[in-house]
């Protein structure tokens, strides 16, 4: 009876284990990140849009104001924010922000897939009721 030789068998499973369970994790890592990502900056968008909106001297400053800290983010990321904004300035009223970014399938480097659908930020900033007019 002879023996088969083995020599060799371990670069190939060791090859092969890369390959279907490494690599998998690998991917997965690399798209979860950027989605945590846009999420994380589109919230603190949407709360830093309507504090400027909010202690803004008018709403038509507010709303110069609140669009552009949503300019200066699309400027330093490779994604694309979308801002609107609902109340007014009264004493005590609300003023909500929501910003829009598109979430895609996929985000892997050198590869670019379309956008699958919009996450949406939402934050409400009250007026302050002692604010003053003048």
Request: no cysteine; net charge negative.
């Amino acid at each position: 009876m002879r023996f088969r030789n083995d020599s060799g068998a371990v670069p190939v499973e060791f090859a092969a284990a890369i390959g279907l369970l490494v690599f998998p994790v690998f991917v997965f890592v690399m798209t979860i990140a950027p989605v945590v990502e846009r999420r994380n900056v589109a919230g603190r968008a949407a709360a830093e849009a309507a504090r400027a909106f909010v202690v803004a001297p008018d709403v038509a400053a507010g709303s110069a104001a609140a669009q552009s800290i949503i300019d200066q983010v699309n400027a330093s990321h490779p994604f694309n924010l979308t801002l609107s904004l609902a109340g007014d300035l009264d004493r005590g009223a609300t003023v909500t922000a929501t910003v829009e970014v598109a979430m895609p399938l996929v985000i892997f480097p050198g590869v670019q897939i379309s956008s699958v659908a919009d996450y949406t930020a939402t934050h409400v900033e009250e007026v302050d009721l002692l604010r003053s007019f003048g």
